[in-house]
């Protein structure tokens, strides 16, 4: 962005033409029309004080995709009639950051007139480029409003953290993202109620928004313009967001199958599979941060105690991405990949949280055995708290014979080893140690 390209503002400034998209035609004016984050929309909170009482405080927006980041930059914008200026991180250095400071300054000397630097993805910024925020921030030449998908304290440098008022964005619920339609399907900006959409189609484009509104809408449009005689079948639907998913080749393999089918050639033990998948991730430029991510969950998910150096090498290899980046980090992922493809496979880690969750939601609760309850405050003891407990340490091999479930789920056996890998031996040991605890060791 050069400076005449600050001065003339963002991509968001002239942005409510027919021929805009839907998503940015629909992107709401007022925090009142902002979607979900409740908190953070309520009288009084420090959004709402930068809004309405027009307060020049830079703010760090963090959350996941299409919960409201840009919008949020925008109504600051608008509420308080500023001007807007937007950079990316992907694409802008050292050199764009100071000539939009330097505008913004030149602008508030001349006309007194205020500006709205909002910067997306800064977690992208390297040191220097965030250091270059700082003179802006501290002199309040510029409002900054920077937007991160990546947890800021690991991200954005201790002195913009420190100067900018941290806000966390939640997912949108299933519900969010039903209104976010409904509400573009009635309103002037987006259909204008020529549009109907049955049931099943608005159910399906919920469900593959995956709580992004901006997904949501994009997928709306593409619907609208597959509709016969004005109503969006889920058959419409279905094909038009067919077409306007992001694909993965000329073949048309959409985003989500090649992701599913990475993670399944992973799980099923075919390395030469997963790393066809993982080529084809990152020729078509994939976040590498999200492969290692979905990695992470597999070692659990998928291998758990069979080989618990798993999670360790999916955790490592995160962190590595994180660090080096691409091109470098294909080779770190690939590593991982193959080395959790070859890992021994069990599940039972995934196994057992479901079935005692399972159990907790079915009113297994129980209280507490009087036994392993707090006993450090006065009175405890007269109560029966910590009375006749087993200190593990003092029994033969470290554990105690005595009951800790409550009586509800005190049969109750969740955790299942298998006899794969590592888990073979961790399945002999806790059997064994199974009966002791429940006094079943003959």
Request: charged share 25%; hydrophobic share 45%.
């Amino acid at each position: 962005m050069s400076s005449s390209g600050a001065a003339r503002g963002g991509s968001l400034s002239h942005s409510d033409h027919a021929a805009a998209p839907l998503a940015v035609r629909m992107r709401p004016r007022t925090l009142e029309e902002l979607v979900g984050q409740s908190s953070l929309r309520a009288a009084g909170s420090p959004l709402h004080q930068v809004v309405e009482g027009g307060q020049s405080l830079s703010l760090l927006l963090w959350g996941p995709p299409g919960t409201g980041k840009t919008t949020i930059a925008s109504i600051v914008s608008r509420s308080t009639d500023r001007r807007f200026v937007e950079i990316s991180a992907v694409s802008a250095g050292v050199k764009e950051v100071r000539a939009a400071i330097d505008a913004a300054r030149a602008e508030l000397v001349a006309t007194g007139k205020e500006t709205v630097l909002f910067v997306d993805e800064v977690h992208r910024f390297s040191k220097a480029q965030q250091d270059a925020l700082l003179p802006g921030v501290e002199n309040r030449w510029v409002t900054l409003v920077a937007a991160t998908t990546e947890n800021p304290f690991f991200s954005v440098i201790s002195p913009l953290l420190s100067r900018s008022l941290l806000l966390r964005l939640e997912s949108l619920t299933d519900d969010d993202i039903r209104g976010v339609l409904v509400r573009a399907l009635e309103d002037e900006r987006g259909l204008g109620g020529s549009m109907t959409i049955t049931d099943e189609a608005l159910d399906h484009l919920v469900r593959l928004a995956g709580g992004d509104a901006r997904r949501s809408l994009t997928y709306l449009e593409a619907a609208a313009g597959a509709a016969v005689e004005g109503e969006i079948t889920l058959e419409a639907a279905e094909r038009a967001v067919d077409q306007a998913a992001v694909r993965y080749d000329r073949q048309g393999d959409q985003h989500y199958d090649v992701v599913s089918a990475f993670i399944k050639s992973v799980r099923g033990s075919d390395a030469d599979a997963a790393l066809h998948y993982l080529a084809r991730m990152i020729e078509a430029g994939e976040d590498p941060r999200f492969i290692a991510r979905r990695l992470m969950i597999l070692a659990s998910e998928d291998i758990g105690l069979a080989d618990s150096t798993a999670l360790q090498t999916a955790v490592a290899a995160a962190q590595t991405v994180q660090l080096i980046g691409m091109p470098e980090a294909q080779l770190t992922l690939a590593h991982a990949t193959i080395a959790l493809a070859v890992a021994p496979k069990s599940n039972a880690v995934t196994n057992a949280i479901f079935a005692a969750r399972a159990d907790v939601t079915a009113g297994k609760i129980g209280n507490v055995p009087p036994h392993l309850r707090d006993a450090h405050y006065e009175g405890a003891k007269k109560i029966g708290h910590g009375e006749a407990y087993k200190y593990a340490h003092d029994e033969p091999f470290g554990i105690a014979t005595q009951q800790y479930a409550p009586d509800a789920v005190a049969d109750a056996e969740y955790y299942r080893p298998t006899s794969h890998g590592a888990e073979a031996g961790v399945k002999e040991r806790w059997e064994r140690v199974r009966k002791i605890v429940r006094g079943q060791d003959g």
